[in-house]
């Protein structure tokens, strides 16, 4: 069995599945260290100021979990002997409620309630539901991975997003998708389907350079040792990197309920962005510089009767300089010449962020 005693706990930032790849950059661009990508997340190297970092800075992961054990364990006493030698103390308070989060998979120990019972039983009951410390045990194999959650809510939840459409597409994956494409920043963009606006608004902090987390409060500033000086400082850098200007940025939607709860969202998200009430299909080319034409249109089994294809090929033979990129799902062919850049899930459904042709070299 190995000596848990020199464990080097390590960070987990959950990712949507298919883009593990955006996060890491991100993380790497945070100077993290030791980045190893895996299906569904990314892990990398512990310190009080990377972890606090993460939860402020990305925003593409769902979560970060600070792994605080890796142990092989084949019967409960095992069990019990880990999870009574862990330093609890640094995360849990005892008028704290917490939520302890197990899974199993071809191991001794199969029977995640049993497991979960015990773990319980070594920590204490804590009743609740409201402000919880997440615990996430995971056994493969026999090896028990323990967690706790530094984020609390989802990181997905920056606190504008108030009123919502129907399905909308969620401010983490829209803000990967925007980083997949490589947008600039200072070109001008367009969400001809904005719904509640959330393409539009994750384009305008990240081209402002504003970290999504300084408008919540994370998990881990609750722990009872948690240098809450050194998060206050980290804070105040990240306020400072924000710039007030912004490139031109349109959000579009036929419906006008829709197009008012984008406004709102924008209006507490502190940017101020351009809205027209008009259907797609009568998308005007802008006059002035080149730029993205970026859209999550109806798919799935949420919405149907959409023609997506057809549509974002009229599209492209309009804006034919710009860049025209959307999320395609279905059986159904994709737009003309369109190819995928990366897929991945979205709300359970494989979908594929299409981009349209490069537009060729002027000689």
Known sequence: MNN????EPYLYAVSP?????????????????RIKVQQGGVTFGYSHAMLARANIWLRSASRVLKIIAEQEVRTFPQLIH??????????????????????????????????KERIEGV??????????????????RDKMTVSVDTSGELLHRRGYRQAVTKAPIRENVAAA????????????????????????IEAAW???GRAPGLLRTFAFEKWPLTE??????????????????????????????ALSAAEQNAERAGVELQWAQLDARDLPRPEGPTGLVIANPPYGKRLRGTRAPVLFQ???????????VYLHAGRSAPAGGFKPLLSFKNGGINVSLMTSPRPPRKR
């Open 228 to 257: 809450m000086k050194l998060v206050r400082r980290i804070r105040a850098e990240a306020e400072e990197e924000a710039v007030a200007e912004l490139p031109t940025i349109i959000g579009c939607d036929i419906d006008g309920d």
């Open 177 to 200: 998708l925007l980083m997949a494409c490589r947008w600039d920043m200072d070109s001008p963009l367009i969400d001809p389907m904005c719904g509640s606006g959330t393409f539009a």
């Open 17 to 33: 599945p298919g883009l593990e790849q955006v996060t890491a950059k991100e993380l790497k661009a945070l100077g993290a260290r």
């Open 206 to 208: 990240i081209a402002q």
């Open 4 to 7: 848990q005693s020199q464990f």
């Open 82 to 115: 880990l999870t009574e030698s862990l330093d609890w103390k640094a995360y849990l308070s005892s008028d704290r409620p917490i939520n302890v989060q197990v899974s199993t998979q071809k191991s001794r120990l199969y029977h995640s309630d049993a497991v």
């Open 314 to 324: 009229q599209l492209h033979s309009r804006f034919e300089d710009w860049r025209v």
């Open 123 to 140: 920590l204490g009951a804590r009743s609740g539901t409201e402000d919880e410390q997440g615990i996430w045990v995971r056994i493969v």
